[in-house]
């Protein structure tokens, strides 16, 4: 049985203030661990801030990007040893904006999978298309490319620990969601593709979310999906009211 995940991408949003009020807000609000997980990824520059105001809680520290070396000379990135030392246990890894602002590449999206691994924490791999992609046809080729590179040399068991989070890019903070038979499709397609480079048992375990305009008016629907295990949420998580109805979509 696949543990529901919501996890909210606050972007470059909040700063450690507003972060610490954010957490304080919903710290004692959030829903049975066993039943949902509460995640959230702050910029790195509020992960010490969340760390700590989250100490004591069920919700899960995570950071929004790692650089694949541990340390060196990368000027302004981010190693995933120290993230992983302040206490985060999840890295988002290839968003959209990160592939389209700062051309990670699907070669980049692996290396970067495999460090967060390397240091202890699990990585939520987005996937999803363009607008012109969906309108010529070419989703579900697109995605099982993507995830097909970004899973490249990792085991059957990290597959079932990871998290893939499909965003198609025209639904992301545009309020158009993708219907939830739209979703669902591309979902299940990504299930059916580790299956294929994997195996069944491992498809069965890995979670798989859907990002783009997820609110609180449609997680519910969105959820209900047999193949959607969870959502990647931004302009909806900056809120503690919001985010506490998205993680209590079950209610
Ligand atoms: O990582 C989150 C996604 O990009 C979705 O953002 P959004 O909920 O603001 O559309």
Redesign the pocket.
Known sequence: MRKPIIAG?W?MNMNPDETRAFVAAVKNELPDPSKVESVIAAPAVDITALVDAAKDSVLVPAAQNANDHESGAYTGETSPKVLADLGVKYV?VG???RRGYYHETNEDVNKKAKAVFANGMKPII?VGESLEQREAGETEDWVSTQVEAALNGLSADQVQQLVI?Y?PIW????GKTATSDQAEEVCRHIRETIAKLYDQTTADATRIQY????KPNNVKELMAQPDIDGG??????LQPDSFLQLVHYQD
């Open positions: 991408n972007k988002i968003h959209s904006e987005c989070a965003e639904a992301i903070g545009t990002g783009g305009s997820m990647l949420v931004g302009g909806a998580s």
